[in-house]
């Protein structure tokens, strides 16, 4: 069985970071991309930040140079660093891979950038 488990969420002011962990079990994980994605409320869910099993990385643009994703193949984690969090991140994260056509996600941790 596939399972994504999130965690690192929470509250955080303007301008400060968070590190959102992703471990997953239940796969070969040095052999999947991984993905994070965002759901804030009325809103879409939005791909972040995706890396390869090779550890090329893509960033929506809002979060360009500011969110890094990057992966433990060892702790079978992927990781998302946010910097300089603005109140347009608040959303529930999700963690994300796709075997075959088929997505499997984490149950969520919620990200809220607040003063």
């Known amino acids: 069985q596939v399972q994504l488990v999130e965690s690192g969420g929470g509250l955080v002011q303007p301008g400060g970071s968070l590190r959102l962990s992703c471990a997953a079990s239940g796969i070969i994980f040095r052999l999947y991309a991984m993905g994070w994605y965002r759901q804030a409320p009325g809103k879409e869910r939005e791909l972040v930040a995706g890396?390869?099993?090779?550890?090329?990385?893509n960033y929506a643009d809002s979060v360009k140079g500011r969110f890094t994703i990057s992966r433990d193949n060892a702790k079978k984690t992927v990781y998302l660093q946010m910097n300089s969090l603005k109140p347009e991140d608040t959303a529930v994260y999700y963690c994300?891979?796709?075997?075959?056509?088929?997505?499997?996600w984490g149950q969520g941790t919620q990200v809220t950038v607040s003063s």
């Open positions: 890396i390869t099993r090779g550890g090329d990385t």
């Open positions: 994300n891979v796709r075997l075959g056509n088929t997505p499997y």
